[in-house]
């Protein structure tokens, strides 16, 4: 992958490689792979007595966003119920900058709820997508549908420009503005894809975005209406793709996912390298994986928005249903699949899990592995329930998780099982392999560390202070394991 951003020029590389130990964005790279290179890593620790803690942060009651790494800073998302600020109350996304060393507050970004009806921001979920970092930039998506490009230093070096209005963003709806202080974020500009690209997100925006070269390909968490009885805005895009350096609205896909989604688009896309030219892999709503060609030529300052040219488009399940998909909403038995995963690319391969929706379908969920050239499937492995998880594809072995609670070990090549895990409750977070260790979190707060490879072994478990929803991290000689309420940063002392 560093070849290939090496070829498209130095101004690509810069603007999306990740520095040598920092996790400055979701996944491995540019290819979403749930792997890190990071070495001396623990296998157990224990809050109770510190051992092989670094130090603990409090974050709000409830965070899906996983932590990301740049620059000294630990990012964040969570909600606003144990408040930093007392004049920013009541329920709100929360961003959260973080001293990696540390894990002191540097700065926060706390936006209000969006409305008109909880649907569109669910309550006290707060801001669930990860921040990506490059340079002294960060970008990421609030709770209110809005992707922002933030200043890495925040406000504590002034109000950097060119967007002035963050004391708009501070404020509660019919207030006037607030004045930033030293801890508030620096918005340097912010795109409204509600407003601007006519997106109806439901129940909560979520999304990390993937930068390429000049650009950032974001996913819109276009969905339902209140009702689920349909897709409230049919013909909005699914995935959008911005300047980053501007924020203006270049391109959309324009193969009508929104009208085939089930429940709403929460999958955000990969990068590959596929014939020596990079390509986009996007997992939809409503159930295809569909491959993009990057955007070359964006259209002039004014235009519409060009039209993003479609490689191939994989149905990961064919015999669905196709036509009024939404009278299966309930239906635990039979109905259409979607993705909530990131698909992920690996040596000419890539890697997805789909099914049945985890709140409104069917229980039946899978692995598939696809020629990432045309999309063809070379395997399928039955999962146990639903799937939130993105695979971690690492020495041959597939690591992925599932809803019933247990972690598989596929064999890459074939699809075949190698082994199961019990983890006694069901997973949303994603498994983190690194530093020969695979590292898994449940809904029940208990935290798995298995040995990579063929044979299982179990190292260590230990039940955590709440839920974990967040993908574990490693950067910099570190574990990050964020909880509902607390984001733990692990380093091995013994």
Same mark, same amino acid.
């Given at each position: 992958m560093r070849e290939l951003l090496a070829a498209l020029g130095p101004a690509l590389l810069a603007a999306g490689a990740p520095g040598a130990d920092d996790r400055p964005q979701w996944g491995a790279g540019f290819t979403r792979n749930q792997v890190s290179d990071e070495r001396n890593l623990p296998d157990a620790?224990?809050?109770?007595?510190?051992?092989?803690?670094?130090?603990?942060?409090?974050?709000?009651?409830?965070?899906?966003?996983?932590?990301?790494?740049?620059?000294?800073?630990?990012?964040?998302?969570?909600?606003?119920?144990?408040? %930093?600020?007392?004049?920013?109350?009541?329920?709100?996304?929360?961003?959260?900058?973080?001293?990696?060393?540390?894990?002191?507050?540097?700065?926060?970004?706390?936006?209000?709820? %969006?409305?008109?009806?909880?649907?569109?921001?669910?309550? %006290?979920?707060?801001?669930?997508?990860?921040?990506?970092a490059a340079g002294d930039r960060a970008y990421a998506i609030t709770n209110r549908g809005e992707v922002v490009c933030l200043d890495l230093a925040g406000m504590a070096d002034g109000n950097q420009g060119p967007f002035r209005d963050e004391g708009r963003l501070l404020a509660a709806p019919g207030q006037p503005p607030l004045e930033p202080g030293p801890t508030d974020a620096d918005v340097v500009w912010l795109f409204d894809y509600t407003r601007e690209a006519g997106v109806r997100q439901h129940d909560a925006a979520h999304g990390s975005i993937l930068l390429l070269g000049p650009h950032l390909y974001v996913n819109t968490s276009n969905g339902l209406n209140d009702a689920h009885s349909a897709v409230e805005r049919p013909e909005a895009p699914c995935l959008i793709v911005l300047d980053r350096a501007t924020g203006r609205y270049l391109a959309r896909e324009r193969e009508g996912i929104a009208r085939g989604t089930f429940h709403s688009n929460w999958s955000s896309p990969a990068l590959g390298e596929v014939e020596g030219r990079p390509r986009i892999f996007?997992?939809?709503?409503?159930?295809?994986?569909?491959?993009?060609?990057?955007?070359?030529?964006?259209?002039?300052?004014?235009?519409?928005? *060009?039209?993003?040219?479609? *490689?191939?488009?994989?149905?990961c399940d064919p015999g669905a249903p196709k036509e009024n998909i939404h009278r299966y909403i309930r239906n635990r038995r039979e109905g259409p699949s979607n993705i909530k995963s990131m698909p992920v690319f690996h040596e000419g391969r890539l890697y997805v899990t789909f099914g049945g929706d985890v709140w409104w379908g069917k229980r039946q969920a899978w692995l598939r592995c696809l020629d990432a050239a045309d999309g063809r499937e070379l395997w399928t492995y039955p999962l146990r329930d639903h799937c939130m998880c993105t695979p971690a594809v690492q020495g041959g072995l597939v690591y992925v998780a599932d809803s019933g609670g247990l972690i598989h070990c596929v064999d890459a090549r074939t699809g075949q099982a190698v082994w199961t895990h019990e983890a006694g409750y069901e997973l949303w977070a994603s498994t983190l392999v690194a530093d020969g260790k695979v590292y898994a979190g449940t809904r029940r707060g208990m935290f798995w560390v298995l040995a990579e490879g063929r044979e299982k072994k179990v190292l260590s478990s230990l039940r955590l202070d709440s839920a974990i929803h967040a993908t574990p991290v490693a950067a910099n000689g570190t574990l990050y394991v964020a909880t509902m309420t607390r984001l733990y940063a692990l380093a091995r002392a013994d």
């Open positions: 620790f224990d809050p109770g007595t510190g051992r092989n803690v670094r130090w603990v942060a409090p974050l709000g009651t409830e965070t899906y966003s996983t932590p990301t790494v740049a620059s000294g800073r630990v990012f964040v998302g969570t909600n606003n119920e144990r408040p %930093r600020d007392p004049r920013l109350g009541g329920d709100r996304g929360v961003i959260l900058c973080l001293d990696e060393r540390t894990g002191a507050l540097r700065w926060q970004l706390a936006t209000t709820k %969006r409305g008109p009806t909880w649907y569109w921001d669910w309550p %006290r979920c707060g801001t669930c997508s990860p921040v990506t996007f997992a939809g709503g409503d159930g295809a994986v569909y491959a993009f060609e990057p955007l070359e030529d964006p259209p002039p300052p004014g235009a519409e928005p *060009a039209g993003l040219r479609l *490689a191939w488009k994989h149905d």
